[in-house]
């Protein structure tokens, strides 16, 4: 980040434009292809930069980044008669996730997409993968497809982790202590609402425990809440990193944060007894 405590020149490595268009202001870098108008590329998100007009001398400029960036997963599934489960998910992805997604799937076939989410859920079987907005920058980035084979056949119990494609797959704090600033890039959001109908197959034996956790200040929140109606567990999990630049004294709090959602997602199943 550039120096202001004294006039410096080699601080400035990079450039972007700066325009005004009805009273708006826009921060535009047309290098990142996948990104829409206004929307910069993450590495030029360091806070604020210096705008240089050359007739009225020169400013700072804070570099604001878009609030909504979301992760939404709304999957249902059911059982059937051998006990399996299968059904539909949809995932949509807006801001710097779906430029994230963009990136890492544009011109990629479908089969290379559906088999990196496959390897992220061993044993589960994907098809009918639909894509819809690659391309168009200004929607949602859309996949829509369908899962079977989730479960075992000839048990009398049943553990399912309900959580598929998260967002977070990790904790990503895993030293001891930082000494630096911590920086997300962008502000988060992770919306997760989850289906499950055991249908007369199974008997609801456990469910992990609803949960609420804080970060100081009002920078996040993290949620699950499990509801069981009959025959169907209905799940959410919600996910908000409000602040995107921390201090290097949040670093334990961060941890902590994360290493509870991980175990949410990971380690706390839905148990489920063959009738």
């Known amino acids: ?83 399996l489960f299968s059904g539909k998910i949809d995932e949509i992805s807006t801001g710097y996730i779906a430029a994230q997604k963009r990136r890492n799937s544009n011109g990629y076939p479908k089969q290379e997409i559906i088999k990196r989410k496959q390897s992220a859920n061993e044993g589960v079987n994907i098809s009918n993968l639909n894509i819809e907005n690659e391309n168009d920058f200004e929607k949602p980035y859309k996949e829509i497809y369908n899962i079977d084979g989730v479960g075992q056949t000839a048990v009398s119990e049943l553990y399912i982790y309900p959580f598929p494609n998260t967002y977070f797959i990790k904790n990503p704090f895993l030293q001891k202590s930082r000494k630096y600033p911590i920086e997300f890039g962008f502000p988060i959001i992770n919306n997760y609402l989850i289906s499950i109908d055991v249908k007369d197959q199974y008997k609801i034996i456990k469910v992990p425990e609803n949960r609420l956790i804080q970060l100081p200040e009002n920078d996040g929140n993290l949620s699950v809440v499990y509801d069981v109606d009959g025959s169907k567990i209905n799940i959410r999990l919600s996910l908000r990193i409000n602040t995107y630049r921390f201090a290097p004294e949040a670093y334990q709090s961060l941890q902590e944060f994360f290493s509870e959602l991980i175990k949410i997602q990971t380690k706390e199943p839905i148990g489920l007894k063959k009738i």
């Open 1 to 83: 980040m550039p120096s202001k405590k004294y006039p410096v020149l080699t601080d400035f490595n990079y450039a972007i434009v700066y325009v005004s268009i009805n009273g708006t202001k826009y921060f535009l870098d047309a290098t990142d292809k996948h990104t829409s108008f206004g929307v910069l590329p993450i590495r030029d998100l360091n806070g604020e930069g210096r705008v240089l007009d050359f007739k009225k001398g020169s400013y700072w400029e804070p570099i604001s980044t878009i609030s909504r960036n979301m992760h939404y997963i709304n999957m249902h599934i059911s059982a059937d008669e051998s006990g």
